[in-house]
């Protein structure tokens, strides 16, 4: 059976759970949580399998594979009855060329707004001395250094407007694509979707929903994805134990936020 290593409301792990759900594929869960510091909660050798020692990471036939977006890739493969990419080669290229903004600076993005916003403050609660182990067992020196400016800058930092901006140009051309198509590739829900929508989530968890109302066909397709059993099962219904948090910092950052992301 397959084996999933993930937690909650980890973005990466949402759009796995996703298409596991879709493709109604059995799978065992195992969390593994380290975002509040808990660097111990890593099981042995995990960095074998996940250098980063990142979730998610899936594991089957005793194979263990990292990334998100390769693993959804890899779902496709070794599971293809039913599919989730698009039928001709130019969609499919499409549907990647979405997913790859992902790797290309919007999960580095979206990890700065929420480190900015309130994970700094989460850390400040676990101690300064958890916090300084945690990031020296980092291995990702470069999340590493980017935390550290974060947490020590928050609002200020250097790295937030850009992530904002990043943030704003995709959504807005998501919504410029599907004011005349239902889905971000082809004709049908796809990867390119799946690996998307869990942002929505996540900068609305922030309370920045108001910067892209807008949007009108960007939060159609969120609504229309959202409705799906398997958003509720993969998403929902795994909840997010920092949403309290979320809230009461992401009110108190709007105007800051607001006057970055109109800049
Ligand atoms: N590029 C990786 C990113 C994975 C990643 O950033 N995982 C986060 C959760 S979304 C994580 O493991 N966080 C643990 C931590 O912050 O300590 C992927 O797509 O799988």
């Not at 980063?52 to 990334?67: R, W």
Request: proline residues 4%; hydrophobic residues 40%; charged residues 30%.
């Amino acid at each position: 059976m397959l084996t999933l290593y993930h937690y909650d409301r980890s973005t990466a792990a949402q759009r796995v759970r996703l298409l596991l759900d879709e493709k109604g594929l059995p799978w065992k869960s195992v969390i593994v949580d380290t975002a509040r510091g808990d660097i111990d909660q890593l099981p042995e050798n995990y960095h074998e399998i996940n250098p980063k020692g990142l979730v998610p990471t899936i594991e089957n036939k005793g194979v263990g594979i990292a990334e998100s977006l390769i693993i959804l890739e890899y779902l496709e493969d070794a599971f293809p009855e039913t599919s989730f990419r698009p039928t001709s080669a130019e969609d499919r290229a499409k549907m990647r060329l979405w997913m790859r903004r992902i790797d290309d600076g919007i999960h580095v993005a979206s990890r700065t707004i929420g480190v900015c916003i309130v994970n700094r403050f989460i850390y400040l609660e676990q101690g300064a001395e958890k916090i300084r182990t945690y990031h020296e067992k980092m291995r990702d020196h470069v999340r590493r250094d980017n935390d550290r400016v974060n947490i020590e800058m928050g609002l200020a930092s250097p790295l937030l407007p850009d992530a904002l901006k990043r943030f704003r140009a995709l959504f807005e051309d998501m919504n410029t694509r599907l004011e005349g198509h239902d889905w971000l590739a082809g004709e049908a829900y796809s990867l390119a979707d799946i690996a998307l929508v869990v942002y929505l989530r996540r900068m609305e968890s922030f309370m920045m929903a108001p910067l892209w109302s807008h949007l009108t066909a960007l939060n159609t397709w969120y609504a229309r994805i959202a409705e799906r059993p398997a958003y509720k099962t993969a998403v929902i219904d795994w909840g997010d134990i920092t949403e309290a948090k979320r809230t009461e910092h992401g009110q108190g950052a709007f105007p800051e936020i607001a006057k970055l992301w109109m800049a």
